[in-house]
C-alpha cells in the first residue's frame, strides 16, 4: 500500500522529449505529415488534444474526407490524392467498404502505431511554447494529459502546426487573419460582403437507424422547439444521417474559436431539435421505428485563422490553374464558400464554383513567413478566404502534409529552415524524393530521377494489350441526354469508330471529337470534329470516320449528342484511361449540368462530364480500325503514376499467361529496392464514411506478382495485393542485367503497371 503524506509538496508527473519534428494537430494532414517524416527516419512526437486521429473525419465528428474528386461530381477525372494519403484511403476500402467512422479510426491508429519513429500523444493539449526573442524560432513546447495527469516539455528544430485552429502559431506570434479579405487585396470577385459574412460555421451530425419495432423518443428540454426557425426546413428527410446534414452549420458570426463552446451548444439544440420534429411532428410516419444512434461530441469546423507564408493562394490560381515553379501539392475541391448565418440564412447553404481542372499549390504556402522554423499544415496553409474555400476540404490537407514530412525531412538532413529550401541545389532533389513516394503532383513537365535505373534500361514486354474494340455485352443503355467516351488517343490519324445504335425511329445522330483546351484537363470544351450520322429504325452500326489528327497522344472524348433519345450498347470491360461519361450534374456538388459564372464573378463557364460509380457506368461498346495501342511498355518507365496528360500504364494482353513487362541493361546494375504502381482507379473519390462502396479491392488492381532476376529466380512476390503501390526493398543488392514483373492475376478487370522504379540502395 502507498501512503502519501498530504504535507509534501506534488506536481504533475513530467517528461521531456527530444525529436527531430513536433507535429501539432492529429487530423489526416498530421497523420501525412508524421508518417512521412518518420518513414524516412526522422524521430517524431505528434501531439493530439482528442481520443482518437483524424480530426473531422474521426468518429468523434465523422464528416467524409473527400478532396479534388469532388464526388466524382466534377470534370477533375483520375484526381484522387496520391501518396500516404492514398495508402490510406485504401487500406480502408479493404477493411470497410461500408464506411464506418470508427473502423477509420482503428485504420488511422494501425497506421501511426506502425511506425515506430513516431511518439503519438493523444489526449494532449499545447498550453505554452519556449520561443528564441530575437529569431522568434520555437525552441520547444509544454503540453498537458488530462488523461493521465502528465506534463510533457517537446523540444525540436522543426516545428509544424496541423492543428486546425493553429494554436502553435499563435502561441509562437505567427502572422495570421480571420475573416475575408475585401475583393481588392487579391482582385478576387468571390470576396464576399460584410452581408454574407466572413466566416464558414460548425456543423453537428447525428445518425439515425432502424430498430424494427417503434421507438418513442422524448426530446431533451434544451432542443430547438420552433423547427420553423430554420429557413430550410424543407431539406429535412427522415431517411438522412450523418454527413447529409452539412447544411446544419452555425458560428460563422461569432469568434469560431474562443466562442467554440457556445456555438456547440446551439447546434446540439438544432439536432436534437430535428430529431424531435422527425419524430414527433407526425410528418414523418417513415420515422415510427427509428431511433437516435449517435450525435456529434464536438463541432466539426470549417474556419478559424489561416496563416501567411511567402505566398498566398487567391482565387485567380485555382480558377486559371496556375503553375508555381515551387509546387508541391494539388487541389480540386470547388471553391465552396458559406453563409456566415449557416442554417439561420434565407441564402443557398453553399455556393460551389468549380475550376476546369486540379490546380497546384506551392510550396511557399505551407510554412510561416513569420516564425522561421513553423511548417503549416490543413487547413491553415496560406490562403485567401476564397482560396481557403477549395484548400480547406481534408484530402487536400492530406496531401499537402506529405510534402511537409518530405520537406521536413530534407530541412533536418541539410539543417535547413524551411524557407531555405527553396534554393533549386535542395528543391529538385527534395522533391524528386517526394514524388517517388507516389505523391502525385500534376502539371509537372518530366522531371529526370537520376538515381532510378530504369532511366538507363530498354523496355520489353511478352505482350501489349491493342485495344481492337470495347466489346459489346449484348446490352443497351437509353441515352436521355449526351454521353460519351474519354479515352487515350494516338498522335497523327485517329482509327476510324464503329458504334451499335438501337433507334425507334429514323433520324440523326450528332458525333463529335473534343478534348480540353489545357493538356491535364479533362473539360471537353473544345469540338475538334463533327459528324452528322443516319439512324435508321432499329439496329445502327455507325462508322465515324475521323480526319482530325494532333501532334501528341491526347485524351479525347467521343461525345454522341441524340436529337432523342437513342440506345447504345454497353460493355462489361475495364480498360486503364478509359471512362464513359454522361452530360449531367451531381447535385452535391453543383446544382446544374453547366457551370453558370455570375456576371464579374472572374468564374469560367462549361459543361460538366461525369462518370458513374461502379458497379454502374459500363463503358460504351466500340471498335477501332485500326486498334487502339495506349499501353506500350515504355510507358511504365515514365510519366504520372495515373492517367493525366497521356496515358502512362502498360497493359498485357488477356490471351498472355505471361504477363512480363522487362527491363534490360548493357552492363550489370546493382538491384537493391524496386517500386511498383498499380492502378487503383484514382477516379473513384473513396469516401471514409458513411459512403458504401462496391468492392474492397479495386478490379483493376494486380493482385499477385512476381519479380525475377534474369536467371529466373523470385527476387520478389506477392499474392492478395490490394495496394496501389508496393515498395520491395531486396534486403541485399543484387547485380543483374535484366528485371522482369510478371503480373499472375488481377481483382477481375484488365490490369496494368503504370509505374516501375528501381534503385541500387535502399
Same mark, same amino acid.
Given at each position: 500500500?502507498?501512503?502519501?503524506?498530504?504535507?509534501?509538496?506534488?506536481?504533475?508527473?513530467?517528461?521531456?522529449?527530444?525529436?527531430?519534428?513536433?507535429?501539432?494537430?492529429?487530423?489526416?494532414?498530421?497523420?501525412?505529415?508524421?508518417?512521412?517524416?518518420?518513414?524516412?527516419?526522422?524521430?517524431?512526437?505528434?501531439?493530439?488534444?482528442?481520443?482518437?486521429?483524424?480530426?473531422?473525419?474521426?468518429?468523434?465528428?465523422?464528416?467524409?474526407?473527400?478532396?479534388?474528386?469532388?464526388?466524382?461530381?466534377?470534370?477533375?477525372?483520375?484526381?484522387? /490524392?496520391?501518396?500516404?494519403?492514398?495508402?490510406?484511403?485504401?487500406?480502408?476500402?479493404?477493411?470497410?467498404?461500408?464506411?464506418?467512422?470508427?473502423? #477509420?479510426?482503428?485504420?488511422?491508429?494501425?497506421?501511426?502505431?506502425?511506425?515506430?519513429?513516431?511518439?503519438?500523444?493523444?489526449?494532449?493539449?499545447?498550453?505554452?511554447?519556449?520561443?528564441?526573442?530575437?529569431?522568434?524560432?520555437?525552441?520547444?513546447?509544454?503540453?498537458?494529459?488530462?488523461?493521465?495527469?502528465?506534463?510533457?516539455?517537446?523540444?525540436?528544430?522543426?516545428?509544424?502546426?496541423?492543428?486546425?485552429?493553429?494554436?502553435?502559431?499563435? !502561441?509562437?506570434?505567427?502572422?495570421?487573419?480571420?475573416?475575408?479579405?475585401?475583393?481588392?487585396?487579391?482582385?478576387?470577385?468571390?470576396?464576399?460582403?460584410?452581408?454574407?459574412?466572413?466566416?464558414?460555421?460548425?456543423?453537428?451530425?447525428?445518425?439515425?437507424?432502424?430498430?424494427?419495432?417503434?421507438?418513442?423518443?422524448?426530446?431533451?428540454?434544451?432542443?430547438?422547439?420552433?423547427?420553423?426557425?430554420?429557413?430550410?426546413?424543407?431539406?429535412?428527410?427522415?431517411?438522412?444521417?450523418?454527413?447529409?446534414?452539412?447544411?446544419?452549420?452555425?458560428?460563422?458570426?461569432?469568434?469560431?474559436?474562443?466562442?467554440?463552446?457556445?456555438?456547440?451548444?446551439?447546434?446540439?439544440?438544432?439536432?436534437?431539435?430535428?430529431?424531435?420534429?422527425? +419524430?414527433?411532428?407526425? &410528418?414523418?410516419?417513415?420515422?415510427?421505428?427509428?431511433?437516435?444512434?449517435?450525435?456529434?461530441?464536438?463541432?466539426?469546423?470549417?474556419?478559424?485563422?489561416?496563416? /501567411?507564408?511567402?505566398? $498566398?493562394?487567391?482565387?485567380?490560381?485555382?480558377?486559371?490553374?496556375?503553375?508555381?515553379?515551387?509546387?508541391?501539392?494539388?487541389?480540386?475541391?470547388?471553391?465552396?464558400?458559406?453563409?456566415?448565418?449557416?442554417?439561420?440564412?434565407?441564402?443557398?447553404?453553399?455556393?460551389?464554383?468549380?475550376? +476546369?481542372?486540379?490546380?497546384?499549390?506551392?510550396?511557399?504556402?505551407?510554412? @510561416? %513567413?513569420?516564425?522561421?522554423?513553423?511548417? *503549416?499544415?490543413?487547413?491553415?496553409?496560406?490562403?485567401?478566404? =476564397?482560396?481557403?474555400?477549395?484548400?480547406?476540404?481534408? $484530402?487536400?490537407?492530406?496531401?499537402?502534409?506529405?510534402?511537409?514530412?518530405?520537406?521536413?525531412?530534407?530541412?533536418?538532413?541539410?539543417?535547413?529552415?524551411?524557407?531555405?529550401?527553396? &534554393?533549386?541545389?535542395?528543391?529538385?532533389?527534395?522533391?524528386?524524393?517526394?514524388?517517388?513516394?507516389?505523391?502525385?503532383?500534376?502539371?509537372?513537365?518530366?522531371?529526370?530521377?537520376?538515381?532510378?535505373?530504369?532511366?538507363?534500361?530498354?523496355?520489353?514486354?511478352?505482350?501489349?494489350?491493342?485495344?481492337?474494340?470495347?466489346?459489346?455485352?449484348?446490352?443497351?443503355?437509353? *441515352?436521355?441526354?449526351?454521353?460519351?467516351? !474519354?479515352?487515350?488517343?494516338?498522335?497523327?490519324?485517329?482509327?476510324?469508330?464503329?458504334?451499335?445504335?438501337?433507334?425507334?425511329?429514323?433520324?440523326?445522330?450528332?458525333?463529335?471529337? %473534343?478534348?480540353?483546351?489545357?493538356?491535364?484537363?479533362?473539360?471537353?470544351?473544345?469540338?475538334?470534329?463533327?459528324?452528322?450520322?443516319?439512324?435508321?429504325?432499329?439496329?445502327?452500326?455507325?462508322?465515324?470516320?475521323?480526319?482530325?489528327?494532333?501532334?501528341?497522344? #491526347? #485524351?479525347?472524348?467521343?461525345?454522341?449528342?441524340?436529337?432523342?433519345?437513342?440506345?447504345?450498347?454497353?460493355?462489361?470491360?475495364?480498360?486503364?484511361?478509359?471512362?464513359?461519361?454522361?452530360?449531367?450534374?451531381?447535385?452535391?456538388?453543383? &446544382?446544374?449540368?453547366?457551370?453558370?459564372?455570375?456576371?464579374? @464573378?472572374?468564374?469560367?463557364?462549361?459543361?460538366?462530364?461525369?462518370?458513374?460509380?461502379?458497379?454502374?457506368?459500363?463503358?460504351?461498346?466500340?471498335? #477501332?480500325?485500326?486498334?487502339?495501342?495506349?499501353?506500350?511498355?515504355?510507358?511504365?518507365?515514365?510519366?504520372?503514376?495515373?492517367?493525366?496528360?497521356?496515358?502512362?500504364?502498360?497493359?498485357?494482353?488477356?490471351?498472355?499467361?505471361?504477363?512480363?513487362?522487362?527491363?534490360?541493361?548493357?552492363?550489370?546494375? @546493382? =538491384?537493391?529496392?524496386?517500386?511498383?504502381?498499380?492502378?487503383?482507379?484514382?477516379?473513384?473519390?473513396?469516401?471514409?464514411?458513411?459512403?458504401?462502396?462496391? /468492392?474492397?479491392?479495386?478490379?483493376?488492381?494486380?493482385?499477385?506478382?512476381?519479380?525475377?532476376?534474369?536467371?529466373?529466380?523470385?527476387?520478389?512476390?506477392?499474392?492478395?495485393?490490394?495496394?496501389?503501390?508496393?515498395?520491395?526493398?531486396?534486403?541485399?543488392?543484387?547485380?543483374?542485367?535484366?528485371?522482369?514483373?510478371?503480373?499472375?492475376? @488481377?481483382?477481375?478487370?484488365?490490369?496494368?503497371?503504370?509505374? =516501375?522504379?528501381?534503385?541500387?540502395?535502399?
Amino acid at each position: 500500500m502507498d501512503i502519501h503524506n498530504l504535507q509534501q509538496p506534488r506536481k504533475l508527473h513530467e517528461s521531456r522529449i527530444d525529436c527531430d519534428l513536433t507535429i501539432v494537430g492529429g487530423g489526416l494532414s498530421g497523420v501525412c505529415t508524421a508518417i512521412t517524416a518518420a518513414r524516412e527516419g526522422l524521430t517524431v512526437v505528434l501531439v493530439q488534444d482528442r481520443p482518437v486521429l483524424g480530426g473531422n473525419a474521426s468518429s468523434e465528428v465523422r464528416l467524409w474526407a473527400l478532396g479534388a474528386t469532388s464526388h466524382m461530381g466534377n470534370n477533375n477525372r483520375w484526381a484522387r /490524392e496520391g501518396g500516404i494519403i492514398d495508402e490510406i484511403m485504401v487500406e480502408n476500402l479493404h477493411r470497410n467498404p461500408e464506411g464506418n467512422p470508427v473502423l #477509420f479510426d482503428a485504420v488511422l491508429l494501425d497506421k501511426v502505431f506502425a511506425e515506430n519513429n513516431i511518439t503519438l500523444l493523444l489526449d494532449t493539449a499545447v498550453f505554452k511554447i519556449d520561443q528564441d526573442k530575437e529569431s522568434l524560432e520555437i525552441r520547444g513546447l509544454w503540453a498537458f494529459s488530462s488523461l493521465n495527469e502528465s506534463l510533457f516539455e517537446i523540444r525540436s528544430p522543426l516545428f509544424c502546426d496541423s492543428s486546425g485552429d493553429g494554436i502553435l502559431g499563435y !502561441l509562437s506570434g505567427a502572422d495570421f487573419r480571420v475573416g475575408a479579405e475585401g475583393k481588392e487585396e487579391f482582385d478576387e470577385p468571390l470576396a464576399p460582403d460584410e452581408f454574407y459574412g466572413e466566416l464558414l460555421g460548425h456543423t453537428i451530425y447525428f445518425y439515425s437507424k432502424d430498430t424494427g419495432a417503434p421507438v418513442e423518443y422524448i426530446a431533451p428540454d434544451f432542443a430547438l422547439k420552433d423547427i420553423t426557425e430554420i429557413p430550410r426546413m424543407d431539406r429535412i428527410k427522415a431517411s438522412d444521417t450523418g454527413c447529409s446534414f452539412w447544411w446544419l452549420e452555425y458560428g460563422g458570426r461569432l469568434d469560431t474559436v474562443h466562442e467554440n463552446q457556445e456555438i456547440k451548444k446551439e447546434l446540439w439544440k438544432v439536432s436534437y431539435g430535428i430529431w424531435d420534429y422527425i +419524430k414527433n411532428s407526425g &410528418k414523418f410516419p417513415e420515422a415510427e421505428n427509428l431511433t437516435l444512434e449517435w450525435v456529434g461530441m464536438i463541432p466539426g469546423k470549417r474556419e478559424s485563422r489561416r496563416f /501567411e507564408g511567402d505566398y $498566398m493562394l487567391r482565387q485567380s490560381d485555382i480558377i486559371e490553374q496556375r503553375l508555381f515553379d515551387d509546387a508541391v501539392s494539388y487541389g480540386g475541391w470547388a471553391v465552396d464558400l458559406h453563409p456566415a448565418d449557416g442554417l439561420y440564412s434565407e441564402r443557398p447553404p453553399c455556393n460551389q464554383f468549380h475550376s +476546369k481542372g486540379v490546380y497546384q499549390i506551392p510550396y511557399r504556402c505551407y510554412y @510561416s %513567413r513569420s516564425v522561421p522554423n513553423l511548417f *503549416l499544415n490543413g487547413r491553415l496553409i496560406s490562403a485567401s478566404h =476564397v482560396a481557403f474555400g477549395s484548400t480547406r476540404v481534408m $484530402m487536400t490537407g492530406a496531401h499537402g502534409g506529405q510534402a511537409v514530412g518530405m520537406a521536413a525531412v530534407w530541412c533536418r538532413r541539410k539543417s535547413l529552415l524551411p524557407r531555405e529550401l527553396l &534554393k533549386e541545389t535542395y528543391f529538385a532533389p527534395f522533391r524528386n524524393a517526394l514524388i517517388r513516394t507516389g505523391h502525385y503532383i500534376p502539371f509537372l513537365p518530366e522531371l529526370e530521377d537520376p538515381d532510378d535505373l530504369v532511366a538507363q534500361a530498354v523496355i520489353s514486354a511478352t505482350s501489349t494489350l491493342a485495344v481492337e474494340a470495347v466489346r459489346g455485352n449484348g446490352t443497351f443503355e437509353s *441515352l436521355e441526354q449526351p454521353a460519351g467516351m !474519354l479515352l487515350p488517343l494516338p498522335a497523327g490519324s485517329l482509327p476510324s469508330v464503329f458504334i451499335k445504335v438501337m433507334s425507334s425511329r429514323k433520324g440523326k445522330l450528332k458525333v463529335q471529337l %473534343r478534348k480540353s483546351v489545357r493538356p491535364g484537363n479533362f473539360t471537353p470544351e473544345q469540338v475538334l470534329e463533327e459528324i452528322v450520322c443516319s439512324l435508321q429504325e432499329g439496329e445502327n452500326r455507325i462508322t465515324i470516320p475521323f480526319t482530325h489528327q494532333e501532334k501528341e497522344p #491526347f #485524351f479525347g472524348v467521343i461525345a454522341l449528342l441524340p436529337d432523342f433519345p437513342v440506345r447504345v450498347e454497353c460493355s462489361d470491360q475495364r480498360l486503364p484511361g478509359f471512362l464513359s461519361l454522361y452530360h449531367e450534374m451531381n447535385e452535391k456538388v453543383a &446544382k446544374s449540368v453547366v457551370q453558370e459564372a455570375p456576371e464579374g @464573378s472572374g468564374i469560367e463557364s462549361f459543361e460538366f462530364w461525369l462518370p458513374r460509380r461502379r458497379p454502374d457506368g459500363k463503358l460504351l461498346a466500340m471498335t #477501332f480500325d485500326p486498334p487502339l495501342l495506349p499501353y506500350t511498355p515504355d510507358a511504365a518507365g515514365r510519366g504520372e503514376e495515373r492517367p493525366a496528360v497521356r496515358n502512362t500504364a502498360w497493359v498485357p494482353s488477356p490471351d498472355d499467361p505471361a504477363s512480363t513487362l522487362c527491363f534490360s541493361w548493357a552492363e550489370s546494375v @546493382s =538491384v537493391a529496392k524496386i517500386m511498383l504502381s498499380f492502378d487503383t482507379d484514382f477516379d473513384h473519390a473513396m469516401e471514409s464514411a458513411q459512403w458504401k462502396h462496391p /468492392e474492397r479491392h479495386i478490379p483493376s488492381c494486380v493482385r499477385h506478382f512476381r519479380v525475377f532476376d534474369g536467371n529466373g529466380n523470385v527476387l520478389a512476390e506477392l499474392d492478395n495485393n490490394y495496394s496501389t503501390r508496393q515498395v520491395l526493398n531486396l534486403g541485399r543488392a543484387v547485380m543483374l542485367k535484366t528485371l522482369s514483373v510478371q503480373i499472375v492475376s @488481377s481483382w477481375g478487370a484488365e490490369a496494368g503497371i503504370f509505374r =516501375v522504379r528501381i534503385f541500387s540502395s535502399e
